[in-house]
């Protein structure tokens, strides 16, 4: 919808800080945005959640996150 770059950047950021679930939150930061190894995001839940950290549940919680950040992000008129 004619965004720039670092403004789509901005509202996905912004999007994700949003998301009520600190486990989406976690996942999508350091999953997707800083784009490290699903193990090491499982090693991460483990060590700072209050859940199982699997690597199975790393791409559970992505997929959950994901479609929960669309739904953000569409209610903003950003979509990606």
Same mark, same amino acid.
């Given at each position: ?5 670092? /403004?789509?950047? /901005? /509202? ?6 949003? !998301? ?5 939150? !976690? ?18 839940? %483990? ?9 199975? %549940? ?23």
């Amino acid at each position: 919808n004619g965004l720039d770059a670092e /403004s789509l950047k /901005s /509202s996905v950021i912004d999007a994700i800080m949003a !998301l009520p679930d600190n486990l989406e939150r !976690l996942v999508l930061l350091e999953y997707k945005i800083k784009d490290r190894p699903p193990e090491e995001v499982a090693r991460l839940i %483990n060590e700072k959640a209050a859940a199982k950290g699997t690597v199975e %549940n790393v791409y559970t919680i992505c997929s959950r996150a994901m479609n929960n950040l669309r739904k953000q992000l569409k209610k903003g008129d950003v979509y990606v």
